[in-house]
C-alpha cells in the first residue's frame, strides 16, 4: 500500500490545508502538553490576554461606570467628548460612554467569533465524514455541493438570512455559520480518506465494528485535531466577518455595542473623533491577536499545520 | 535561508520603496498656474450615476450629469431671493382659455454637440420620448399628458395638448431636456429589453452612457461607478466668460470618511449635499471651506402605519406625536432645521401656517394613551419596530431619541436599521410596512398638492406608505388640485391640511436645511431648491491660485423664503419654484 | 493518458457545478428582499408606471421561463440588464473584472514580498525572537477590521502626509491609458503612458497594501510551518549532521519543499482577493468586482448579482483547477477518487 501519510500530505496541499502528522493513537499526556505550552511564549501571551478579556466581558456589569449607555440611554448634551477622566474612552455621538460600550459589546463579539466557527465545524465535520468515509457517490454529491457553496459570495447569504429572519446577532451568526462550513468540509473529507485506510481501521472493520462505530470512535478523535485548531484560528476572520456587515450596515440591532459595528459606525467621525472607532477596534485586536497567538500555540502542541 | 539571499531580498524592498516614494513626490510638485492652464472644478459624490439619459434620471448624481450636457424646455433662477422659473430652450408660450393647449415657441441658434441645430422637432421628440419610456418624473404627467401629443408645427413651435387642465404645467418643463433626434434615432438597438415597436429601445441602452445634448459640457468620460468627466462646450449658445471650468469631474467617493479628507486638503472642490451633520460642521472649521446652508423644501418625517395596531387608532397616533422630542431634533441631531408645522414644508407657498402642531408633551401623551384603551405595557408586548436607513447617521440618532422618549412612557420599540432597498420593499404592503418609517421627501414642484396628493385613494408610491385612506379627504384633495382659481384653491389646501394634522398619519419634525461645502475659490454657486439644478458648472467661476487683486467680490445670495405671506396669495402671473427633481435616499 | 482522463473528467464536472450555482444564486437573488423596479422608479411612482416596467424587464414572468431567457441569452454573451447601469452586466464585468484582477496582482505580489522573507525566517529560528516578531506581525494584520487600517492609510499617507491620493484607480483629470488588457497600471505601462502610469501605481498602492495582509499572515503561518516540518526531517538532519552547509543546504533543499502548500494555497488567494474584496474596495472607491457584486446585493440588482457571482465561480473553479494540474504534474503519486 502506497504510503498515506504522502499522498494524504499532497492531497490535503492541494486543499490548502497542508498536511498533520502524528496520528495519535494515545492520550496526549498531560505533561508533555504543559511543556510545550510553556515553551511557546506567545501562546502564553495569548491566553492571558483571552482571560482578561473574558473576565472584562463576564463581568461588564460591575465594571463598566455607565452600564446604561449599552443600552437605549442617550445623552444629548455630552455627544463626541474626548477621552477624559469622566469618560476614558470618550463619547460618542449619542453620548454614549465608549468604555462601558466595549465591554458590553465584548460579549457579543467573543460571543459570535465563537459560536460561528463552532456551528461551521459541526455541520462541516458531519459533512466531511460521512462524504469521506461513503465516498464515490455521495462523496462527490457532498463535493459539488460545497464547492458550490464556496463559490456564492457570503455577502448573498448573508443579506439572504437576515432578510429572511430579521436582523440581529443570532441572525447574523446564522448568516455566516452557513458559509462557514464548507471549509470544514473539505478539511475533514481530505483527512478521513487517509485515516480510513489506515491498519487500525481495517482492522477494526475486519473485527465486525459497526460503520458508526468506526466514524466515531476511530476516525473522528484522529480527524479532530486540526479542526480544533482551525476554529480558534477562524475565530478570528468571524469577528471580522461581523465587522465586514457592520461596515455594510447589515444586521445588527442597534443599540448592541458589538465591537465591529462600533469601529464601522465610528469611521465616519475620523480623524476628528478618532477615539470612536480606534478603542472598539484597539479591543478586537486584542481579541484576535489572543486567539491566534493561542491557536498558533495549539497547533504547535498538536504538531498540525492548518490554514 | 542564505543570508545573502535575504540581504539581497531586502536590498530589492528598499529599493522598490526608494523608487516609489521618489515618483510619488516627483509628482505631487505643485504646477504653477499660467493663464493657459485649463482651470478644473472637481465635485465628490457619494453615489454612482445610474443613467445619462434625460428622460430616466431621477437621482441626484444622474441629474447633476444631465443638468450639464443637456439643456431644459425651462431653467430655474434667483430673482430677489425666490426661486423662479425662466425661459431657457423655450422662449415664450401661450396658452388657451380652457387650459389644455399649450403652444411652446422656441430658441433658435442652439447648438448640440455635433454641432447641428437644435429645432422644435428634436423638442417634440425628446417630450414623446420621455412619455413613451414612462420611466423617471414621467408620472408627473400621469393622466394629464400622453405620447404623441407634443406636435412641432414648425422648426420654430411646439404645440401640447394636454387632456386635463394642469395648473403646475409650465413649472414641471424644467425636468423636460431636449435630445438630438437624428444622433438617438441612428442608435436605436432592437431586441433588447426595452422596446417600444419601431423605435427599437428609443434609445436608451445608448443614452445611458453617450451624450446627445446640447447643455454647457460635452461627456469626455463616463464610468458610473467611479467618475464622468466634461468638457466645455465652446458653442454653448449662452456664451462663455471668464474662468468658467474647462473640464470638469464628478467624481464618486463610496467612503464618506474619504470626501471629508478629499474636500479637506483640496483634492476636490465642492461636496454634494449628503453628508453628514458632523462632516459639515468639521468642514465648516477648515479656513477657506464654506458650508452654504439654504432651506430646501426637504420634509423630515417618521410615518406611521395606519392599518395595523396600534396605530391604527387615532389617539395612539396623536399619543405619538406628542411623545417626540422636537426640540432635541431640531437643536441637537439637526441643528439649523425648522420645527416641521404639518404635513406640508413650511417654506411652500400654500402652507397653512395656523396648522395644528404637535410638541413635546408628555402629560397630553399620557392623556390621548388612556382615551386610545392601550396601557403602555400592551403597547411594549406589540413589537412596534421603527425602521431607518442604516448608514444615515441622522436617521440613526432620530430613531434613537423617539425609542428613549417613548421609553419614557414605558413603552418599547424596537430599532430596526435596514439597507434602503430592504425598507422599500416593506412599503408594497400595509402587513409588512413597520410602525414606524422615517422619511424624507423633497417636493418635485412649488405646489402643496406634491405632499397631498398621497394622502389619495389612488396613491401607491412608497410616499404613501402610511396606508391613511379616507375617501372624503381624497375626494376634497382631486378638487383642489383640480380647482384654476387660486384663492379657492389655496382656502381648500388650508382645510386639507388642518384635517391631515389632526388625523395624524406621520410625526412632521423638520424642514430640512440643504447643506453643502465648497472652498471659497467656487464663486457662483446657487442653490434653487431644486437637487441637482445647483451643480451647473456653467454657473461656476473659478479662482484657484490666482492673485487675490483679480478675484471678484462673491455675492453669495440665498433663498428667502420669507416673503411668501401666508395671509395675502401669491400673485398668479408670478412663476414659482420648481422642484421637479424628488429627493430620495439610496 | 490517465492524465487527460482526469483533465476531462474535470471540465466536465465543471459544467454541472457551474449551472448548479446559476440556478441557486438566480433563485437566491430572487427571494432577496426588495422590489427593483419599485427603487428605479423612485418614490411617488405610480402602480402604472411599476406594472409597465415590470413587465417590460420580464419580472412578472413565472421564474422557470425568467431562468430560460437568462440561459439563452447566456449563451448569446448576453448576461442581462444592470437596473442600476442600464447597461448590460457583461459590459459592467468587462470593467470591473481587470480592475480586481489588478489589485489581487499587486496584493499577491506585495504578499510574497513580505511574506516570504518574514516565514522563512520565523520558521528557521523557531521560538526564537525572530519568529516571534514575524508571527506577531503577521496576525496583527489579520486582527484589525480592514476598513479601519484603510483608513487609517489613507489618513496617514493622504491626508497628513500628502505623498499618496486618497481615493480612486487613477488621477480623473488624467486620461486612462488605451484599454489592452483593461488593467491601468499594465496598459499604461504597454502604452508608455507615463503620466497615466505614475497616477495608477500611486493609487494601486494602498489598497493593495491593505488586500495584501490577510494573505501575508497566511503565507508566513504556512511557510513558517513547512519550514519546521522539514527541517525536522530525516534527510534534512542527515545532511546538516554529516557537515552540509547550512546556507547551502536551506537554499537547496528547504525552501522549494517548504514553499508547496504556500504555493497551493495562493490560488485560493489570489481567487478570494477578486472576488470578495467590497470592503477595500469601497473605502478607496476602487471600480472592481467584489464592490459591483455587493453593490448588486444590496439594490436588488438581479442580473449583476447572478453575472457577477458567475465570474466568481469561474475564477474559483479556475484557480482551483490549475492549482490541481500543477499538483498532478509534479507528483505522480497523487490519485484523485
Not at chain 1, 200 to 209: D, H, K, N, Q, T
Amino acid at each position: 500500500m502506497k504510503n498515506p501519510k504522502n499522498i494524504s500530505k499532497r492531497i490535503l496541499a492541494s486543499f490548502g490545508i497542508g498536511s498533520f502528522k502524528n496520528i495519535k493513537n494515545e492520550n496526549v499526556k498531560i505533561e508533555e502538553f504543559l511543556f510545550k505550552f510553556k515553551r511557546n511564549k506567545l501562546a502564553i501571551v495569548g491566553l492571558s490576554i483571552f482571560i482578561i478579556l473574558i473576565f472584562l466581558a463576564v463581568f461588564a456589569n460591575w465594571i463598566a461606570p455607565y452600564p446604561q449607555d449599552a443600552g437605549i440611554a442617550v445623552h444629548f448634551n455630552q455627544t463626541l467628548q474626548p477621552p477624559s477622566f469622566k469618560h476614558i474612552f470618550g463619547t460618542d455621538d449619542l453620548g454614549r460612554d465608549i468604555f462601558s460600550r466595549i465591554l458590553f459589546g465584548l460579549r457579543y463579539t467573543l460571543i459570535a467569533g465563537l459560536t460561528i466557527p463552532i456551528i461551521g465545524a459541526l455541520i462541516g465535520v458531519t459533512l466531511g465524514l460521512i462524504a469521506g468515509y461513503f465516498g464515490k457517490k455521495i462523496g462527490t454529491v457532498i463535493m459539488r455541493i460545497t464547492d458550490i457553496f464556496l463559490s456564492i459570495p457570503p455577502l448573498v447569504i448573508a443579506l439572504l438570512v437576515i432578510s429572511v429572519l430579521g436582523p440581529g446577532l443570532l441572525n447574523i451568526i446564522i448568516a455566516l455559520s452557513i458559509d462557514w462550513w464548507s471549509w470544514y468540509v473539505r478539511m475533514v473529507q481530505a483527512e478521513v480518506l487517509v485515516i480510513r485506510e489506515q491498519n487500525f481501521v481495517e482492522a477494526s472493520y475486519i473485527l465486525g465494528s459497526s460503520k458508526f462505530r468506526i466514524i466515531f470512535s476511530h476516525i473522528l478523535p484522529n480527524a479532530i485535531f486540526p479542526v480544533i485548531v482551525k476554529i480558534t484560528l477562524d475565530m478570528g476572520y468571524a469577528i471580522l466577518n461581523v465587522a465586514s456587515l457592520g461596515f455594510l450596515g447589515l444586521g445588527i440591532t442597534p443599540p448592541t455595542p458589538e465591537l465591529g459595528y462600533l469601529v464601522a459606525e465610528g469611521r465616519l467621525f475620523l480623524p476628528n473623533d478618532w477615539w470612536i472607532s480606534t478603542f472598539p477596534g484597539l479591543f478586537i485586536f486584542l481579541a484576535i491577536l489572543s486567539i491566534n497567538l493561542l491557536g498558533d500555540g495549539l497547533r504547535d502542541i498538536f504538531d498540525v499545520e492548518v490554514t | 535561508m542564505n543570508r545573502k539571499t535575504l540581504y539581497g531580498v531586502i536590498a530589492i524592498l528598499v529599493a522598490i520603496i526608494v523608487i516609489v516614494s521618489a515618483i510619488a513626490v516627483i509628482s505631487i510638485q505643485p504646477k504653477k498656474t499660467t493663464t493657459t492652464t485649463p482651470i478644473t472644478f472637481t465635485i465628490g459624490v457619494t453615489q454612482g450615476t445610474k443613467t445619462l439619459d434625460p428622460a430616466i434620471a431621477m437621482d441626484f448624481t444622474s441629474d447633476v450629469a444631465v443638468n450639464n450636457l443637456y439643456d431644459s424646455l425651462f431653467s430655474v433662477a434667483l430673482e430677489n431671493g425666490r426661486t423662479v422659473v425662466v425661459p431657457n430652450v423655450v422662449t415664450s408660450y401661450t396658452v388657451s382659455p380652457d387650459g389644455l393647449n399649450y403652444t411652446l415657441n422656441i430658441r433658435q441658434g442652439i447648438l448640440f454637440h455635433d454641432n447641428s441645430t437644435l429645432t422644435a422637432y428634436d423638442v417634440a421628440f425628446s417630450f414623446n420620448r420621455m412619455l413613451t419610456i414612462n420611466q423617471g418624473l414621467t408620472y408627473l404627467w400621469s393622466g394629464i399628458l400622453t405620447a404623441g401629443n407634443v406636435t412641432a408645427l414648425n422648426s420654430t413651435a411646439v404645440k401640447v395638448h394636454l387632456l386635463k387642465p394642469y395648473a403646475p404645467f409650465i413649472a414641471t418643463l424644467v425636468n423636460v431636456y431636449v435630445v438630438n433626434e437624428k444622433l438617438v434615432m441612428q442608435h436605436l438597438l432592437f431586441n433588447t429589453t426595452f422596446h417600444f415597436g419601431t423605435y427599437g429601445d428609443y434609445g436608451i441602452t445608448w443614452l445611458s452612457s453617450h451624450d446627445a445634448g446640447s447643455g454647457p459640457y460635452t461627456l469626455v468620460y463616463y464610468d458610473p461607478t467611479t467618475k464622468v468627466v466634461f468638457k466645455k462646450f465652446s458653442e454653448y449658445w449662452k456664451g462663455w466668460g471668464s474662468n468658467q471650468p474647462d473640464t470638469a469631474v464628478m467624481e464618486v467617493f463610496t467612503e464618506e470618511a474619504s470626501v471629508k479628507m478629499a474636500m479637506e486638503s483640496d483634492t476636490i472642490d465642492m461636496t454634494d449635499y449628503t453628508l453628514a451633520i458632523s462632516t459639515y460642521e468639521a468642514l465648516a472649521n477648515v479656513s477657506g471651506i464654506i458650508v452654504k446652508k439654504d432651506p430646501s423644501y426637504n420634509l423630515l418625517h417618521i410615518m406611521m402605519n395606519c392599518k395595523m395596531q396600534p396605530t391604527n387608532n387615532l389617539y395612539v397616533r396623536q399619543a405619538f406625536s406628542y411623545a417626540f422630542d422636537y426640540n432635541t431634533a431640531i437643536t441637537k441631531i439637526l441643528p439649523g432645521d425648522v420645527q416641521a408645522q404639518g404635513p406640508v414644508v413650511n417654506t411652500m407657498y400654500g402652507h397653512n401656517d395656523s396648522v395644528l402642531t404637535y410638541n413635546f408633551n408628555l402629560t397630553k401623551a399620557r392623556e390621548l394613551l388612556n382615551k386610545s384603551g392601550y396601557t403602555p405595557s400592551q403597547l411594549s408586548a406589540m413589537n412596534m419596530k421603527i425602521v431607518y436607513v442604516n448608514s444615515l447617521e441622522w436617521e440613526a440618532q432620530i430613531a434613537a431619541m423617539f425609542k428613549y422618549d417613548l421609553a419614557q412612557l414605558g413603552i418599547n420599540i424596537t430599532l430596526e436599521p435596514l439597507p434602503w432597498m430592504q425598507m422599500v420593499s416593506l412599503t408594497s404592503n400595509y402587513t409588512t410596512e413597520p410602525t414606524f418609517f422615517i422619511l424624507s421627501s423633497t417636493a418635485p414642484y412649488p405646489d402643496p398638492s406634491y405632499y397631498l396628493m398621497r394622502y389619495t385613494m389612488n396613491a401607491t408610491g412608497y410616499t404613501s406608505a402610511f396606508f391613511y385612506k379616507n375617501q372624503s379627504l381624497s375626494n376634497l384633495i382631486m378638487k383642489a388640485v383640480t380647482t384654476l382659481n387660486n384663492s379657492e384653491r389655496l382656502k381648500l389646501y388650508g382645510i386639507i391640511q388642518e384635517d391631515i394634522a389632526y388625523q395624524a398619519p406621520c410625526i412632521w419634525f423638520a424642514n430640512d436645511l440643504h447643506k453643502i461645502a465648497y472652498w471659497n475659490y467656487v464663486h457662483g454657486y446657487q442653490f434653487y431648491g431644486v437637487l441637482g439644478k445647483d451643480i451647473y458648472f456653467w454657473n461656476f467661476h473659478i479662482y484657484k491660485n490666482v492673485s487675490s487683486s483679480l478675484v471678484p467680490s462673491s455675492n453669495v445670495s440665498s433663498i428667502n423664503y420669507n416673503t411668501v405671506s401666508s395671509s395675502g396669495l401669491a400673485s398668479e402671473t408670478k412663476f414659482y419654484l420648481n422642484i421637479i427633481k424628488p429627493f430620495f435616499i439610496f | 493518458m490517465k492524465f487527460w482522463e482526469y483533465v476531462l473528467k474535470r471540465v466536465l464536472l465543471f459544467i454541472p457545478v457551474l449551472f448548479g450555482t446559476i440556478i441557486l444564486i438566480f433563485l437566491m437573488s430572487r427571494l432577496l428582499p426588495g422590489n427593483p423596479v419599485r427603487l428605479m422608479l423612485g418614490p411617488d411612482a405610480p402602480m402604472s408606471q411599476i406594472i409597465q416596467v415590470t413587465n417590460e424587464l420580464g419580472l412578472n414572468k413565472p421564474l422557470y421561463i425568467q431562468l430560460e431567457i437568462f440561459f439563452i441569452n447566456f449563451f448569446e454573451g448576453k448576461l442581462g440588464m444592470s437596473f442600476l447601469t442600464y447597461r448590460d452586466v457583461s459590459i459592467d464585468i468587462a470593467q470591473y473584472f481587470p480592475a480586481s484582477l489588478e489589485e489581487a496582482i499587486f496584493a499577491i505580489l506585495i504578499a510574497l514580498l513580505i511574506g516570504i522573507p518574514l516565514g522563512l525566517a520565523a520558521g528557521i529560528k523557531q521560538n526564537k525572537t525572530t519568529d516571534n516578531i514575524a508571527r506577531v506581525y503577521a496576525i496583527s494584520g489579520i486582527s484589525f477590521p480592514n476598513f479601519y487600517i484603510a483608513i487609517l492609510l489613507i489618513l496617514i499617507f493622504g491626508y497628513y502626509l500628502k505623498i499618496l491620493p486618497i481615493s480612486g484607480q487613477i488621477n480623473p483629470f488624467i486620461p486612462p491609458p488605451q484599454k489592452i488588457t483593461g488593467m491601468v497600471v499594465i496598459d499604461s505601462l504597454i502604452t508608455g503612458d507615463w503620466p497615466a502610469f505614475v497616477s495608477s501605481i500611486r493609487h494601486i498602492i494602498l489598497p493593495a497594501f491593505v488586500l495584501s495582509i490577510s494573505p501575508t499572515a497566511q503565507i508566513v503561518r504556512l511557510l513558517r510551518a513547512g519550514v519546521i516540518e522539514n527541517k525536522n526531517k530525516p534527510y534534512y538532519l542527515t545532511m546538516l549532521s554529516n557537515g552540509m552547509n547550512i546556507e547551502i543546504l536551506n537554499r537547496k533543499y528547504l525552501f522549494k519543499v517548504s514553499f508547496i502548500p504556500t504555493l497551493s494555497i495562493l490560488g485560493l488567494l489570489f481567487a478570494s482577493i477578486i472576488s470578495f474584496a467590497y470592503v477595500v474596495e469601497t473605502v478607496f472607491a476602487w471600480p472592481g468586482l467584489g464592490r459591483y457584486i455587493a453593490n448588486a446585493v444590496l439594490y436588488t440588482d438581479y442580473n449583476a448579482i447572478v453575472g457577477g457571482t458567475i465570474v466568481v465561480v469561474i475564477i474559483f473553479m479556475v484557480v482551483n483547477f490549475a492549482m490541481d494540474l500543477i499538483y498532478k504534474y509534479f507528483d505522480p503519486r497523487i490519485r484523485y477518487d
